[in-house]
Nanobody, 125 residues
Framework: QVQLVESGGGLVQAGGSLRLSCAAS??????????MGWFRQAPGKEREFVAA????????YYGDSVKGRITISRDAAENTVYLQMNSLKPEDTAVYYC????????????????WGQGTQVTVSS
């Protein structure tokens, strides 16, 4: 079973930046996954795909609402995935979740079998 722990959320003004981290572990076993992704969920809204990266090839995918402002990366040696968010907007306010997927498609929440507890990102106007 994979454990995921997010960090880096907080309060930032519009136009600012935040970097989220997600550390993965698998209880003494070698961590392996098809892809890691970030989703977000605002109050009263469905969980939204933000970005994903395939673990071996490092191919990246982004949601339309964040393209050009957010970059996902991974450090396979550290079992960590990052989400660099720039030019933040109030509509980016949400709880951001890190997740691990065993296979494609990697833009839908149902593909992911392990989830972190989430980290709050609040962007003030």
């Amino acid at each position: 079973q994979v454990q995921l722990v997010e960090s880096g959320g907080g309060l930032v003004q519009a136009g600012g930046s935040l970097r989220l981290s997600c550390a993965a572990s698998s209880r003494g076993r070698i961590f392996s996954t098809y892809a890691m992704g970030w989703f977000r969920q605002a109050p009263g809204k469905e969980r939204e795909f933000v970005a994903a990266v395939t673990w071996t090839a490092g191919r990246t995918y982004y949601g339309d609402s964040v393209k050009g402002r957010i970059t996902i990366s991974r450090d396979a040696a550290e079992n960590t995935v990052y989400l660099q968010m720039n030019s933040l907007k109030p509509e980016d306010t949400a709880v951001y979740y890190c997740a691990a997927a065993r296979g494609p498609p990697i833009t839908t929440p149902s593909t992911y079998n392990s989830w972190g507890q989430g980290t709050q990102v609040t962007v003030s106007s």
